[in-house]
């Protein structure tokens, strides 16, 4: 996908502007909201649960998945910068960065950067843009329409859970790329979804 260019007057530069920004903002606080803990009226006291429910797993998997096909979105609308711009405000958003080590092996890696295991990587992997990560494209950019997951199975432990099944990619051109994936999630300090593993790859084809 190319990044598209237009002259623009001052203001509509400045409305393309509040229009991205605005986006990015709505696309944060949804899967802020989506991670964070639900509560029940007024609290005098802070409660900080690190038990996690199958109720929060399923809703960070469709954040995550919303969240992919805003910045394809932003980036066929807004160009490169808005869409690298909202991938980080993402990775901040579902991923345990803050926390350390990330566990994450995306669909399309090789060696010697197959994991990718700093935020930086992350950001590179779904936005490109990166001369330290130079065989990287934008998984994020490639125009997908809609991220729909299938699980096989979760396995709650507690603070810690972990999924296992398929995730099916549409792109613009009506095709559908399926990979396996597998994601393991715990809770920060302030009891918000966290992505600490990571592990994606593309279907076996015995052909």
């Known amino acids: 996908m190319k990044t598209l260019q237009f002259s623009r007057t001052a ?3 400045a409305s393309t502007t509040a229009t991205t920004a605005a986006t990015a903002a709505t696309c944060a606080l949804a899967l802020a909201a989506a991670l964070a803990p639900a509560t029940a009226g007024a609290q005098t006291t802070t409660l900080v ?15 995550w998945c919303a969240a992919l096909t805003d910045i394809s979105a932003t980036y066929a ?11 980080g ?6 991923y345990g960065y803050q926390m350390g080590a990330v566990l994450f092996k995306p669909t399309l890696t090789v060696n010697p950067q197959t994991f990718r295991t700093t935020r930086a990587g992350a950001l590179s992997y779904f936005v490109g843009d990166d ?3 130079p065989k990287d494209t934008g998984f ?3 125009g997908w329409t809609k991220c729909e997951v299938a699980n096989a199975g979760v396995f709650i432990a507690g603070d810690s859970a972990t999924t296992l099944g398929k995730v099916h990619f549409t792109g613009k051109d009506g095709k559908v790329t399926t990979v396996d994936k597998t994601w393991g999630y715990v809770k920060d300090d302030a009891g918000r979804l966290r992505i600490v593993l990571h592990h994606s790859s593309l279907e076996y084809d015995p052909k």
Do not use: F, H
Request: glycine share 2%.
């Open 11 to 13: 203001s509509a530069t």
């Open 77 to 87: 609308r807004s160009g490169k910068a808005a869409a690298k711009a909202l991938a």
């Open 140 to 142: 994020a950019l490639k």
């Open 131 to 133: 001369p330290t990560y």
């Open 49 to 63: 649960n690190q038990a996690i429910t199958e109720t929060e797993v399923l809703a960070a998997q469709q954040a």
């Open 89 to 94: 405000q993402v990775i901040d958003a579902a």
